[in-house]
């Protein structure tokens, strides 16, 4: 038996969650191995347990308080429709809930699909979603494993699925109708966990692992009279550090940036004269 007083963790066992998850646990800064089909790894310096599972059962176990946090999809969340507590959206695992029809099918919009037979996974989200719209007695029927190739068996008219490229799709002569949900990997927990300020420490540690991921360390060298140009450019977090150079004509700048304004930013630098601009990777960032 695992300890009452352990703080829990669920995270997927397989799929496309899993690797992405154990990457965010080991940058927040816990230490454990993965090994063979052991269903559990424990951290060697708090004590914490990793819990490898299903990750459609990760809502439920969080909501009745077997694990006091898991990753799982906010689709999963949903679907499950249990009270947890959303910490944190994780920014990977990105992907949408769709409704698919075969390429040559004559319907044209989710609302055609009233009095059809549509598959899906996410039984709940899917009814929700044809209620929402208006789609009158559209009957889904829940599969569980290759939901595509259940079109082109007649069985259904439709299918609800989840989309990441499409590459799936296509491979099945699908094509997409509408989206019904953005989803993406999500932190919950539990209303009471075993260790709230174990699980409070793990959040703010997750919080500066999600910032690495959204900020890049830019360092340059700046002409001394084009400093207020630079320093608007790349205005920082709070503040850029600007330090002075053995040639005075010079400044050193270090600065945060928005990983998706890096290369804009470095032209524009570049531009005013900026020189020596060297951009690092952060693993984990306190902000």
């Known amino acids: 038996m695992i300890p009452d007083e352990s703080l829990r963790i669920a995270v997927p066992s397989k799929g496309r969650l899993r ?12 230490r454990f191995r993965v090994s063979g089909r052991r269903l559990f790894s424990v951290c060697s310096d708090t004590g914490t347990r990793i819990i490898f599972t299903n990750t459609a059962d990760i809502p439920v176990l969080v909501a009745e308080g077997v694990v006091d946090l898991g990753i799982t999809g906010s689709d999963q969340v949903l679907e499950k429709r249990v009270d947890v507590v959303e910490h944190r959206r994780l920014g ?15 319907f044209k919009t989710s609302l055609e699909l009233a009095g059809h037979v549509v598959g899906a996974k996410f039984v709940n989200l899917a009814r929700d979603y ?6 009158k007695d559209v009957h889904v029927i829940e599969i569980q494993g290759a939901v595509e190739v259940m079109v082109l068996l007649g069985l259904v008219d439709a299918i609800v699925e989840i989309v990441e490229t499409g590459n799936s799709l296509l491979e099945n002569d699908l094509v997409e109708l509408e989206e ?16 709230p300020e174990l699980r409070d420490q793990l959040l703010r540690r997750v919080d500066g692992v999600l910032a690495a991921r959204k900020y890049t360390l830019l360092e340059y060298n700046c002409p001394a009279q084009r400093i207020e140009e630079a320093t608007t450019i790349t205005p920082g977090f709070s503040s850029p550090t600007v330090q002075p150079l053995q040639d ?25 004269g900026c020189v020596a601009i060297l951009e690092t990777d952060l693993r984990h960032a306190r902000l």
Not at 19 to 30: F, K
Not at 130 to 135: H, K, L
């Open 19 to 30: 690797d992405a998850a154990l990457e965010t646990l080991e940058r927040a800064g816990l």
């Open 92 to 106: 990977f695992g990105r992907c949408r809930l769709s409704v698919a029809v075969h390429k040559d099918a004559p």
């Open 130 to 135: 044809f209620e929402r719209i208006g789609a």
């Open 180 to 195: 019904v949900l953005a989803a993406e990997a999500v932190l919950i927990g539990a209303a009471s966990p075993r260790d």
């Open 248 to 272: 005075e004509s010079w400044l050193a700048v270090k600065v945060l940036v928005e990983k998706s304004t890096t290369q804009r930013v470095i032209d524009r630098l570049e531009a005013i």
